[in-house]
């Protein structure tokens, strides 16, 4: 029964010391200068983070296929999302026209 | 305790309306349908954060000089805050499901004394950004922020746009966290008073749990990107 999917408290309680010790990684990450490499370090512990909390805390790791198909989705849109902006303007960088002539009104 | 006898929380039998097969079929209704929520509320955010990226992109001179400007040890502090926040609302679902009153009163209620925490620390955050005149709009006068010392290569106005990102997002993720407390209020007296969540209906706590969670998720975001790099 899927009802009964009687996940141990210790659990959870792992799950919150490995989430604190990745928040302290990223603080400390960011305290020193990797060039071009902090952003994809932080966002990497950051997926990280997220995968503990989804899996463990919201019991996706213990759900139907279905469920899983379900919040895979969310994700899935984001995904399209930011690709397909970014593809645009990381791509075109005048699209935004020059950085030293556009000033917030 | 034993699945026969009553449990002392919640319903004497497990709970699902009429239109439901069985509670398995009732359950998995519950978790699609906040899932289908929560995909939406993650597409709501994406857009901040696509916007965000882009500008980040345009701009990246004024989105560090704009990271400079912030306490990034208030923003670690109200990460941890949300973190405990999470690990004590994943132990009220526990412990309803295991039917244990008290802890499930004493977790529950830890959760939403964090929850508090996290607004207590963002509200002494935007007090400081008023005080320097770092708000867009309502009070913008950065007389604070050394502009000579950062070499920009855009007109130093551009800060408005980092400071207009940063108050749309922590600004909605705060709303959030409002709206949580507010839902987690009803809960808790529904729990203290009528015992109405145990072993046989919990579903009202753990959704209530997704939906904290992924509160959580998108301060997990938003700390490195607006604090820290």
């Known amino acids: 029964m899927s009802v009964a999917h009687h996940v141990p408290a210790k659990n959870y309680v792992i799950n919150f010391f490995v989430l604190m010790i990745l928040m302290i990684a990223t603080v400390v990450a960011a305290r020193f200068d990797f060039g071009g490499a902090n952003l994809p370090i932080a966002l990497a512990i950051a997926i990280t983070k997220t995968a503990c909390i989804v899996l463990f805390f919201m019991n996706v790791r213990y759900g139907s296929p279905l469920v899983r198909v379900f919040a895979a989705g969310g994700f899935f849109w984001l995904c399209i999302m930011l690709a397909f902006t970014l593809s645009d303007y990381l791509l075109f960088t005048n699209v935004m026209g020059s950085p030293t002539t556009v000033a917030i009104p | ?229």
């Open chain 2, 1 to 229: 305790m034993s699945s026969n006898s009553v449990p002392e929380i919640g319903p004497s039998t497990p709970y699902f309306a009429g239109h439901f097969e069985d509670v398995d079929q009732k359950i998995e209704s519950d978790i699609l349908g906040m899932w289908l929520f929560l995909a939406q509320e993650i597409m709501f955010f994406g857009g901040l954060f696509t916007a965000y990226s882009v500008y980040r992109h345009a701009y990246p001179d004024i989105f560090q000089l704009g990271a400079d400007q912030l306490n990034y040890l208030m923003g670690a502090g109200n990460t941890m805050f949300l973190l405990i926040s999470s690990l004590t609302m994943a132990m009220t679902v526990y412990y309803t499901q295991h039917g244990q009153f008290r802890k499930q009163l004493l977790c529950f209620l830890a959760t939403m004394i964090f929850g508090s925490l996290f607004l207590v620390v963002k509200y002494f955050e935007y007090k400081e950004k008023w005080d320097h005149g770092l708000v867009p709009g309502l009070n913008w006068d950065p007389h604070t922020v050394d502009f000579a010392a950062a070499n920009l290569t855009s007109p130093p106005e551009n800060l408005k746009l980092y400071f207009i990102l940063y108050f749309t997002m922590t600004g909605l993720h705060a709303l959030h966290m409002v709206i949580g407390i507010g839902i987690g209020i009803a809960i808790f007296i529904n729990m203290l008073l009528w015992k109405k969540y145990g072993p046989n209906r919990y579903m009202a706590v753990e959704m209530f749990g997704f939906y904290w969670h992924f509160v959580d998720i998108v301060w997990v975001f938003l700390f490195p990107l607006i604090y820290l790099i």
